[in-house]
């Protein structure tokens, strides 16, 4: 049965730490959230941050495309000093189905790796957070989080802690010959048709997803012709709409996850 999703939110206030991370917050029963980082700034002015999220096995919060039911993390550094930019950097998800929804979550203890650009100079970090927590019910919880950016030396414990995060990340795929080919769309069918041809790359660890996260793309389907991948559209979005626009693929194979992104096109016709 669907998850209820309970809209009610969680906000606490931390006072500033001056070590590598905030001290624990707790957003809902079980679950914690702080902020780590690596206490060093490189030389390129980028750091790395860590959301660490403390959580039961049963416990889920969201990939960047959640599915059906979920929300995905959003970071608000608006009132931070010396921070140009930041991007989570997403390690590849599990896909949770079941007969009434699909999502891309992350169970248990997690680390979402953020990489921050600071300008010279002293940079503070003042972010406010917000994520989907679900377990028997869902809520979308709110954490603030005071940390400064670079300590007298770097953290190691934190940076091996966002590093291993960092290692699950998918990375776009640059080397020849590449692992998918052509991406078709089957209108008829509500199916994109995946042409594979690197024989490692799992064909069940296929994710597809649009920019907008919409629509959901469903548990990919091995077909009888060889080198060909089937993966259900779902939702009530017309799958025309889908033709000439861009599809992000991320997958694992044994040297990791990796990421392509393809044009779908109509089928070729004889």
């Known amino acids: 049965m669907r998850l209820t999703i309970i809209l009610s939110t969680i ?11 905030t001290p624990w917050q707790e ?39 959640p599915g059906d039911t979920g929300l995905p993390t959003v970071l608000d550094f608006a009132a931070s000093t010396g921070v140009l930019g930041h991007e989570i950097v997403w390690p590849y998800p599990t896909r949770q189905e079941t007969d009434d929804y699909l999502d891309y979550v992350y169970l248990g203890p997690t680390v979402l ?9 002293e940079a503070y970090a003042e972010i406010d957070a917000m994520l989907g927590i ?3 019910i869902c809520l979308p919880a709110q954490a603030h989080f005071s ?21 699950m990340a998918p ?26 041809s690197d024989p490692d790359l799992d064909p069940t660890s296929l994710i ?25 559209i779902l939702g009530k979005r017309d ?6 626009q861009a599809v992000q693929l991320t997958f694992l194979t044994g040297m990791g996850a990796f990421e392509v992104t393809r044009t779908v096109t109509a089928p070729a016709t004889e």
């Open 134 to 136: 679900c377990s028997d």
């Open 11 to 21: 906000a606490l206030l931390v006072a500033p730490a001056s070590a590598g991370e």
């Open 208 to 232: 597809a997803a649009m920019a907008d996260g919409q629509p959901v793309f469903g548990t990919p389907q091995k077909s009888p012709e060889p080198n060909l991948v089937l993966i259900p």
């Open 147 to 167: 940390l400064s950016l670079q300590d007298a030396a770097p953290d190691r414990p934190n940076v091996l802690r966002i590093k291993q995060a960092l290692a």
């Open 171 to 196: 990375i776009e795929w640059r080397d020849d010959p590449e692992p998918i080919g052509k991406v078709e769309l089957m209108a008829d069918d509500a199916m994109l048709a995946v042409y594979v």
């Open 27 to 65: 957003v809902a029963p079980g679950v914690k959230l702080r902020l780590i980082s690596s206490g060093h700034i490189k030389a390129d002015g980028t750091t790395l941050l860590g959301l660490e999220i403390d959580m039961p096995e049963t416990s889920k919060t969201y990939w960047r495309v």
């Open 239 to 244: 799958a025309i709409d889908l033709e000439n």
């Open 113 to 121: 790796p953020i990489e921050v650009t600071v300008a010279p100079g």
